[in-house]
């Protein structure tokens, strides 16, 4: 074993009792002691163990000095371990991939989904993804509606809404009405929240109307798609008073909390530099998503589907199922993943919108009639904070390299789990390196989030997001969905009051981060953030 300090949520402890180092009923403790014994070997083992013991009380200082705790989260949070409150009635508009999780998340997996969850644990005992469904908290809702302007996916909603297999599945529920406008839904009375996981053109529109009618909204990322659709759908959602909350999930994460933790205890010293990559090698994180063999302009309503879009262009099923390949209906890499790594180092570090962004790429690899770039970065400056944040992302390269906070007494990388390394040159940590209490050498700090076993992925877009917190994460070493997590807290401020994790302000800075991205890219330019005129310049 290591003598870094090396944090596993749900790891057994080196002094329980059990048969794994000499059979039932016989501790690792009284191994050692017999080892201890033997003469010539014992005295070995005890002047290991006494550089064990020093190494150890050297760890607990510097952890003491620091200021951080040695755990993650010891148990689910409050709006997951106490009984959810009254029930509520939840609207899907949009069930696409992302509205497919979040009901699923929410208690409602379809039918098709769980025979298939089935089938992957038969073929791997290591896919814990049925298990880790079916283990959720009841939250207490119902799904009276659904809206999607593709007919198949509409009827895979009213399907879940049903389904048998679910968290607290005992009780008898209706099956959801479907239906064909949006507006439709908020105007029924038979909703009190929505989902809105519709392409990012029609965030705005869906939100304003919610919340102009006092239904609460859980939107997805990116928050819109345009500089002017931000500055009203806040105000709308500020004026509403409803309970907002836009689908970061990784704010859930149990590496991001820590990291947070390390950012706020000052161990970093003065950050300068934040380094951020999404890297991804696959056609479909590329966005070349399935074309479903039943979509047709019979199946699919295009005029409505486009009637948000910036431009009209004929019924066209790469652009209805590959829709975030063009500006018409997103922002690309801006809105989709850069929103992601920047809503991260905006909870961890609490920058905000930069004062000035500069972006640049090109489509280098996908030559398949997109308009928005598969390589892409953006250099964002906060001179007030004396740091500059750098992005960079390719979908022809799985070099993935996650967050980089670069400070003058350490540096911390934050993926799947996170490391702090002391730096040569540190001025805080300058004796303690002089005097061998910091091996440079070794992190000083290293967090991982605890599970027992390898949980299975079932392919690479899977493991990218496994390994950005996105799908899962761990309280008190129980593997639980972010997504799920998210929701929940949703819900408990819809009926308890508070304030979301990804409130309404968080999300003003991230929708005008992100297009202060595509901005600049678009118009091949620095561009600037007008604090007082609230306008990008």
Not at 132 to 152: H, K, P, R, S, W
Not at 514 to 524: D, I, N, P, V
């Amino acid at each position: 074993m290591s003598d870094e300090f090396v944090t596993r949520r749900g790891g057994t402890d080196d002094g329980a009792e059990g048969g794994e180092a000499g059979g039932p009923g016989i501790s690792r403790r009284s191994v050692l002691k017999a080892l201890v014994s033997i003469p010539v070997l014992g005295v070995f083992i005890a002047a290991y163990l006494d550089r064990r013991a020093v190494e150890q009380a050297k760890r607990r200082a510097l952890l003491d000095e620091l200021g951080v705790t040695e755990t993650g989260p010891a148990v689910i949070e409050n709006a997951i371990s106490r009984p959810p409150g009254s029930r509520i009635r939840l609207g899907i508009i949009g069930y696409g991939y992302q509205g497919e999780a979040l009901a699923r998340f929410a208690g409602f997996a379809s039918p098709q989904w769980v025979e298939d969850a089935r089938q992957r644990r038969r073929d791997d005992p290591r896919d814990k993804d049925l298990e880790t469904y079916l283990a959720q908290a009841d939250l207490n809702v119902d799904i009276t509606g659904v809206c999607d302007v593709f007919d198949v996916r509409a009827e895979l909603a009213v399907a879940a809404s049903t389904v048998a297999d679910r968290p607290g599945g005992d009780r008898a529920v209706r099956p959801a009405r479907r239906f064909r406008r949006y507006t439709d839904m908020l105007e029924s009375g038979e909703v009190d929240a929505v989902i809105i996981a519709t392409p990012d053109h029609w965030h705005a529109r869906q939100s304003i109307d919610a919340a102009n009618m006092g239904i609460h909204v859980y939107c997805e990322k990116c928050m819109t798609r345009t500089e002017d659709e931000t500055h009203a759908m806040y105000d709308a959602v500020k004026a509403s008073g409803i309970a907002f909350q836009l689908g970061h999930q990784n704010r859930m994460s149990e590496s991001h909390q820590k990291a947070r933790e390390v950012a706020e205890a000052g161990i970093l010293g003065p950050v300068t530099l934040i380094e951020a990559t999404t890297n991804r090698n696959d056609p479909w994180g590329a966005w070349v998503w399935d074309i479903h063999e039943k979509g047709n302009p019979d199946t699919i309503d295009w005029e409505q589907f486009q009637a948000a879009a910036a431009n009209r262009v004929p019924f066209s099923l790469e652009r209805f199922f590959r829709w975030r390949c063009w500006y018409d209906y997103g922002t690309g890499l801006s809105g989709d993943l850069l929103s992601h790594e920047y809503d991260v180092v905006n909870m961890i570090a609490g920058l905000g919108i930069p004062k000035s962004t500069s972006a640049s790429g090109g489509i280098y690899h996908f030559k398949d009639g997109r308009d928005v770039p598969d390589v892409f970065q953006a250099v964002m400056e906060y001179p007030e904070r004396d740091l500059t944040l750098m992005y960079s992302a390719t979908l022809a390269n799985s070099n993935y390299r996650g967050l980089v906070f670069m400070g003058h007494d350490a540096t911390m990388r934050v993926a799947g789990g996170l490391s702090v390394m002391a730096d040569g040159s540190s001025t805080r940590f300058r004796d303690k390196i002089d005097d061998g209490t910091i091996d440079l050498t070794r992190p000083m700090f290293t967090y991982r989030p605890g599970f027992r076993g390898i949980d299975a992925v079932t392919s690479a877009t899977a493991e990218y997001f496994a390994s950005r917190g996105l799908l899962y994460t761990y309280r008190g070493g129980q593997r639980v969905s972010a997504y799920h997590l998210m929701l929940a807290e949703w819900l408990d401020v819809i009926r308890n009051g508070g304030q979301t994790s990804c409130d309404i302000e968080a999300g003003f800075e991230e929708a005008i981060t992100s297009h202060m991205a595509t901005r600049s890219y678009l118009e091949g330019r620095r561009v600037e953030w007008d604090p007082a005129r609230r306008r990008i310049v």
